[in-house]
């Protein structure tokens, strides 16, 4: 069994890309720019995007927190996002979701320039994912795709079964592992609430990507041997043992699960860093894509 080590590898994209930064200093251009956007006090929320801020200045980038109170109106959001399109400084950005109940989040993504959409969200970004064109592909399925590739895990005609069908995660990955290239080219299930009889499907896979967020909903008998498995799923369960009163769980009962598989994502280390890596990655993109439609 290999452990798929997000930390190590989100380090070393991080180090490739400060090596990039530091080139554009020396030839005197501008370095990216992100800027993320946080509504509210949530504190999972505060917490990650604290981190998007300390690894944009980690690589060298210029970063920028625009906080805003938990009771803006939508129109004021949607008038502070028009204003990130509009600042030609600003390379991308992101609104960290969730936002609150009076803001309608599909409008809010709806509203972000395409070519500033970091996080990959936006409709045409998506579509163009699934045509295989060149885009901003979200930053967790990215992150996963990486993964994959710099451990060399064969992709190409295998079961893959995605678990989960969100658009963050669940539904970009199964339409990203079907795609031509790798990593790709495998043959694709995707499962979620009302599938029925999961157990004879994911026994079935010889890759399997969790996005569920239901601790240790995998067990060791719903896989076959050397399966390879990816886990994005991230809560926080309750432990009276820790000094935090909780730890972090994936959907994969790790200890099991592990003893059978070929590759495994820890939980946390494993996709978590990857995501941020990624958004970075997608942030050094589009700071070269705004450079040639200049």
């Known amino acids: 069994m ?40 949530d504190g999972a929320s ?22 805003l109170p938990a009771t803006i109106s939508e129109i004021e959001l949607l008038k502070k996002i028009e204003e990130l399109n509009q600042n030609d400084d600003i390379d991308g950005f992101i609104v960290q ?21 970091v996080d990959g969200f936006h409709p045409e970004n998506f579509g163009k994912m699934a045509l295989d064109m060149t885009t901003f592909i979200p930053a967790t399925p990215f992150g996963i795709l990486e993964l994959l590739e710099r451990y060399n895990v064969e992709t190409a005609g295998k079961h893959t079964v995605v678990i989960g069908r969100s658009h963050i995660v669940g539904r970009p990955m199964s339409i990203l592992m079907g795609r031509k290239g790798f ?9 979620h609430s ?53 730890k972090i769980t994936g959907d994969v009962d790790f200890e099991n699960v592990s003893k059978k598989a070929s590759f495994i994502t820890p939980v946390p280390g494993g996709v978590g860093p990857m995501t941020i890596a990624m958004l970075l990655k ?10 040639l439609n200049k």
């Open 2 to 41: 290999k452990l798929l080590d997000g930390k190590k590898i989100s380090e070393d994209i991080k180090n490739e890309i400060t090596i990039e930064v530091n080139k554009m200093k020396a030839n005197g251009e501008k370095v990216p720019h992100l800027a993320a956007v946080l509504v509210g006090n």
């Open 46 to 67: 505060l917490t990650y995007v604290g981190s998007k801020v300390k690894s944009c200045e980690k690589v060298g980038f210029e970063s920028t927190l625009i906080k």
């Open 97 to 117: 979701l969730p936002l609150p109940k009076q803001i309608d989040e599909q409008k809010v993504l709806m509203a972000i320039d395409p070519s500033k959409d």
């Open 183 to 191: 990593p790709g080219n495998s043959t694709v299930t995707l499962t």
């Open 194 to 246: 009302h599938t029925k009889n999961i157990s004879q499907i994911t026994t079935q896979a010889d890759i399997i990507i969790t996005a569920l967020g239901v601790p240790n909903y995998l067990k060791a008998e719903m896989v076959k041997d050397d399966v390879v498995v990816i886990d994005v799923g991230i809560t926080r369960v309750p432990d009276e043992t820790t000094e935090k009163g909780y």
């Open 282 to 291: 997608n942030t050094l993109l589009a700071r070269e894509m705004r450079k």
